[in-house]
């Protein structure tokens, strides 16, 4: 169960990643940076102008975006793109999450595949636990950068990038300390509401 556990969050981050990455460059939107996991890289390769790298916090990833928490002149930057469009990179992982999620669950019980089963409801999790109104994770974006429409944009951009950075440090220090106990023992939790659900 730990194997599965680890392997369907690196699918998941991965995945999850990749549909903010492909969608802000589909609207040209500049990414900086594309990371599979936090801290200091262990591996990184520049391609055009994006850096791809590992690093060795796999409690989640992230993209980069030119002008996402700063002032930026660049038309190409997060910050100048219309409202829809970083809306649609905002939520582009999460709603991934959840469509391949639902698909997973509908495989696995046509197929009778049990593993698939897990990590479709992991994924499912994983995707609306992101979509939560907090700073730091993708449900807040869409919420936060309303705050143009009522404040000056150079000031909503400061109060932004100040939650987005404090909430971020909370999460990651929340998701290290949660995960061991998640692992013990919320794994077996998860697994009774699963093997429940799987009878019917």
Known sequence: MI????????ILIILHELAHLIVAKTVKCNVEKFSIGFGKSLYSKKI????YQIAPIIFGGYCTLEGELEKSESPNAFVNLKYRNKVFISLAGCFLNIIMGIACCFLAKKFNLYWLWYFGMFSIMAGAGNLLPVPGLDGSHPILMLLEKF???DKSILLINKLVKIFTRILIIS????????????MNLLNTVINIYWLF
């Open 151 to 153: 404040m000056n944009k």
């Open 3 to 10: 194997i599965l556990f680890l392997s369907s969050l690196i």
């Open 48 to 51: 055009g102008n994006t850096v």
């Open 175 to 186: 998701n290290v300390c949660i995960l061991p106990w998640f692992i013990f023992k919320g």
